[in-house]
């Protein structure tokens, strides 16, 4: 196989996921000058790329012409009539084989992310633990390009970017350069890696002390929208942006912030992928499992007492609740909370 110019990445979801293929996108487009990539991703996601040139993306309609095993034929024949040289599948899940096969037979070669099932497992589970730091996600991503002949010889980098932010944008928020911009997204997909809301109150209490300081909350369900309004109701410096801006907005603002504090969830993802410093909190999971926000330090990680609480990581994804563990992210002080974030605004 020769050196492919033009390569087809598959990624559909989830959010996250899709977001740490950024900064490996990013340093390949820099490593080989003269190659193009296409990107698969379902449509919401396709903004995570409009601040990339060379980088076109291909909307996955999996819920209506791309449905089912004739959608992914359809599809087929779109992706072959773009003439890729090459395809990475970063998803590796029935949907993306399907897909592959189908591209096959029009003569396309493809290789797939080898996503350590075996080693996640040993990872979490409750007997015979083998605690120790896995490949991280950006590693594995790395790795299928190297397959394809595109070996991204040095350690991926990506520097600050600053998009402009609009300016209704500007105008809603009172937009001041010269504060510390500080982003909170308190929520995550599965209860057992979520820090209590009145621990995070306690959080913002302590930030919103500087008044040097902006905190701006994120969220997305309608649930989350009230409160997320409730939690910055109480500090005058503190103010939900959740529901109030289109979602390329939303990445503009992510783009200029100071620092991000999140859960182990996509919001900590989207702020990495922009160079800006994410603080992290975890429970039921772990960055062992190489989820950890691109180019995170220890430093910007906070855990709960792991000899306390010795089957953690518990899952890979946070959704699995283990008795005796329901009050793991309880026993994290807002003060350790607050000190990790202080110390990244530096």
Request: glycine share 6%; hydrophobic share 40%; with cysteine.
């Amino acid at each position: 196989m020769k050196q492919p110019s033009h390569i087809l990445v598959i990624r559909l979801s989830a959010m996250g996921d899709v977001a740490m293929t950024v900064p490996v996108l990013s340093q390949l487009l820099e490593t080989y000058p003269k190659l193009k990539i296409t990107v698969l991703t379902k449509p919401f996601f396709a903004h995570l790329f409009e601040h990339i040139e060379r980088i076109n993306v291909v909307k996955a309609e999996v819920k209506t012409k791309h449905k089912g095993i004739s959608g992914l034929w359809l599809m087929a024949k779109q992706l072959h009539k773009l003439e890729i040289d090459a395809i990475a599948d970063l998803h590796n899940v029935l949907r993306s084989r399907i897909l592959c096969g189908f591209l096959k037979i029009f003569g396309h070669e493809y290789f797939r992310i080898d996503k350590g099932r075996t080693e996640k497992k040993a990872l979490t589970r409750p007997n015979d633990k083998i605690f120790k730091p896995l490949k991280s996600t950006h590693q594995r991503y790395a790795e299928v390009f190297k397959k394809l002949k595109l070996p991204v010889d040095k350690e991926i980098q990506i520097k600050k970017i600053q998009l402009p932010l609009p300016s209704e944008v500007e105008s809603s928020l009172n937009w001041d350069s010269s504060k510390k911009w500080i982003g909170i997204a308190p929520f995550a997909a599965h209860s057992p890696k979520q820090y209590p809301l009145k621990l995070m109150k306690k959080v913002i209490s302590k930030l919103s002390e500087d008044k040097n300081s902006q905190i701006l909350l994120f969220g997305g369900s309608k649930k989350e929208v009230r409160k997320l309004k409730a939690l910055a109701h109480d500090f005058s410096n503190c103010e939900s942006v959740a529901g109030r801006f289109s979602f390329s907005e939303e990445l503009q603002l992510i783009s200029n912030l100071d620092v991000m504090l999140s859960m182990d969830s996509g919001n900590g993802h989207l702020a990495a992928m922009f160079g800006v410093k994410v603080v992290t909190i975890w429970g039921a999971t772990h960055p062992f499992a190489g989820f950890a926000p691109f180019g995170q330090t220890r430093e910007q990680q906070v855990f709960p007492n792991l000899e306390k609480y010795p089957l953690l990581p518990t899952s890979i994804y946070g959704n699995k609740k283990v008795k005796g563990y329901k009050k793991v992210m309880h026993d994290i002080a807002a003060e350790d909370v607050f000190q990790k974030v202080k110390s990244n605004l530096v």
